[in-house]
């Protein structure tokens, strides 16, 4: 049975890219429909009643839509539909670790880190909120520096972030900190073991539409789709 | 095999409470330890780097044991190792839909209405920041306004939240509603069909424990562990 997919997302957003991430891995192709979320276009609402992209529809050829909201959901439902390759482990320790890092990122990552910088750096700028405030980027970069830090911690003994193989956990963590990469905040340098991790995943073929993402009056920062930065 | 259980735990977190209900729902005896979490323990940030709770620790009689942190992760744990009864549905579309609603409750509830109600009421006492901000209680009472009309709406069609079997979701929205609800700040007098769901969801046995919850000092309302209130 044939299935057709198309994903709401918008490009820069951190859960988008997840699930971009983890669609492009398991080679499942989709449409693509960039949603403009902070005009709250009612297409979306209907979708999903609290106007929070990412949405994925998959309409088989006989039968109803099925429509997933929000990440996690995706996510879940990707693995447990299209489980080859496997993004969360096979031992319930590994998944226990994928899954706890993503609501690390989700939640601790955001709080304080990626909150600040991207409500500065793009909320403001699609929403003509005014420049950003400097108090506020810098606790956003004292906020990425401990967390890169914490990753730094955690790939001196792993190959990957939740353990010996790639995971959910390391797309959540790339599809962070390639939205703060986009604007050239991520202090790379400062970070080996988490730099070379990047580069690992930068140079695999789902990130390939990520480092081509552009928005209009936001240019990326020179290095953002170099593979070799 | 036999496996010793530890659940790490704050007696009025609306996320502590979701496993209590499913470990309670599946019949799985626990130990509990209850955590002053805002105060940091050490004990907990070994456990968990994030410093939150829950945090359940399941200890095999051969083999290491198995910590598992923060909510979703135990919850997905709990579904995938013990199965029944199933609290995500069968089929994709009622997985999608309890999913749907958990980041519903984790996100939007607790951002829109739970997060201003419990920082006024409880967090304020338990790290004397002084009294409650009146303009913050009353963002929250029409927030959660606002979420018990769209239960209300949901629940026109439905047994439970998510469709025709108690699911994850329900555990999410009663969980986050009984912390409430321990304060008196629900309307549910307005709601009559979420109070009827509230009252058949408060009358399961895996309920009991939460409404037997006290904490020095926060004496609950009158009405909170009445199941025909």
Redesign the interface.
Known sequence: MSVERTLHHFPLDPASRQVRLALGEKRLPFTEVSVRYWERPKELTRL???GMIPVLVETPSEG?P????????IL??LE??YPEPALLGRE??D??EA??L???FDR?FEFEASGFILHEKIEKRLLRLGAPELANLRQGRDGLRNHLQ?MEDLLQDRDWLAGRRLSLADFAASAHLSVIDYFGDVPWRDFPTAKTWYMKLKSRPCFRPLLADRWPGLAPAGHYDDLDF
């Open positions: 999903n009643p609290s109803p099925l429509v997933l909201c929000e990440t996690r959901a879940d439902y447990e539909a319930a320790a998944r226990a899954r706890r993503l609501t690390w601790k914490m």
